[in-house]
């Protein structure tokens, strides 16, 4: 498996993985919504 240097030199960043997780975050979120909603 890729080490960790390998994972930062091929653009994946800690900042990356955030945005990722702040991406599902939000789809998270609007499917709540919508169960509500529902």
């Known amino acids: 498996?890729?080490?960790y240097e390998?994972?930062?030199r091929g653009g994946i960043s800690?900042?990356?993985i955030?945005?990722?997780?702040?991406?599902v975050g939000g789809?998270?979120?609007?499917?709540?919504q919508?169960?509500?909603a529902g």
């Open 1 to 3: 498996s890729p080490s």
């Open 14 to 16: 800690r900042r990356g």
């Open 34 to 36: 919508w169960k509500e």
């Open 27 to 32: 789809v998270f979120v609007l499917l709540a």
């Open 6 to 8: 390998e994972l930062s």
């Open 18 to 23: 955030w945005r990722g997780a702040q991406r």
